[in-house]
């Protein structure tokens, strides 16, 4: 069993930083491929980055140059560092990990203001 458990929301200015974090637990997070995706106010849960067990890293191209993500497989923790945020950024974003099936956590909401 695996349970993903975001935080590091909140509301910031366009051109600010955020820093998401992910917590997992069980022993599989190792082999799990992991990703973060948003959901806009009326619009589809999209694909934002993910990262491989073997670290390699894949962006949509709205975020690339401006999100990094990163995992410690030691502390179980998936990161999603946000630069140079716009208002187009404002979601609920969400942790998810592939381990078989697809787990996923609760989301963390992140507003960018004008």
């Known amino acids: 069993q695996v349970q993903l458990v975001e935080s590091g929301g909140g509301v910031v200015q366009a051109g600010g930083s955020l820093r998401l974090s992910c917590a997992a637990s069980?022993?599989?997070?190792?082999?799990?491929?992991m990703g973060w995706y948003r959901q806009a106010p009326g619009k589809q849960r999209e694909l934002v980055a993910t990262i491989s067990r073997g670290r390699n890293t894949n962006y949509v191209d709205s975020v690339k140059c401006r999100f990094t993500i990163s995992r410690d497989n030691v502390k179980k923790m998936v990161y999603l560092q946000m630069d140079s945020l716009k208002p187009e950024d404002t979601a609920v974003y969400y942790c998810n990990g592939r381990g078989g099936i697809d787990y996923w956590g609760k989301g963390t909401l992140v507003t960018v203001s004008s």
């Open positions: 069980g022993d599989i997070f190792s082999i799990m491929d």
